[in-house]
């Protein structure tokens, strides 16, 4: 079964389907391809020894089917290495989307390469870049909007 093409922004991560969405955008192979649903399915199969293929994955990631089996769940946490909580607790949920949206961000080179840069800064050093992303950010918001 062909994959449907998805966007590489950030995904809204409320719901069964999105928060799935959200590792498969975030968490990425060795060489930073994303994994497809043959590779999870088949990795979670051999984790739960149970039934799971990649049309099942496929329905989970976009909400046809949305009452998976604990084990399932557990599974596609264990592949993604995200606690099982990702999919159970609304809180820790939120918290762990947060921290992949991190990790997603990192992959572009030019944020990593800020954050590497800004590691030796001091805490005032810190401060000031800080507040110079925020001006930047303003401007260019304002030059995003259409004039009116």
């Known amino acids: 079964m062909a994959e449907s ?3 590489d922004g950030p995904v809204e991560t409320s719901g069964l389907a999105a928060r799935i969405e959200a590792l498969f955008q975030t968490v ?9 649903n ?19 994955l496929w329905q989970l ?11 399932h769940l557990e599974a596609l946490a264990g592949f993604f290495q995200v606690p099982p909580a990702y999919f159970f607790d609304e809180r820790q949920g939120a918290e762990i989307a947060k921290e992949l949206a991190l990790l997603g961000a990192l992959r572009d080179a030019g944020v990593r390469s800020l954050a590497l840069r800004a ?11 800080s507040e110079l992303i ?15």
């Open 38 to 56: 043959e590779e999870v399915a088949r990795a979670c199969r051999e984790a739960t020894g149970e039934s799971f293929s990649t049309t099942y």
């Open 5 to 7: 093409p998805r966007e």
């Open 61 to 71: 990631r976009t909400g046809r089917r949305d009452n998976p089996t604990k084990r």
């Open 134 to 148: 925020d001006v930047i950010a303003r401007r260019d918001s304002a030059r995003r909007r259409p004039a009116s």
């Open 28 to 36: 990425r192979r060795p060489d930073r391809e994303q994994y497809t």
């Open 119 to 129: 590691v030796n800064l001091s805490p005032e050093g810190l401060d000031t870049v």
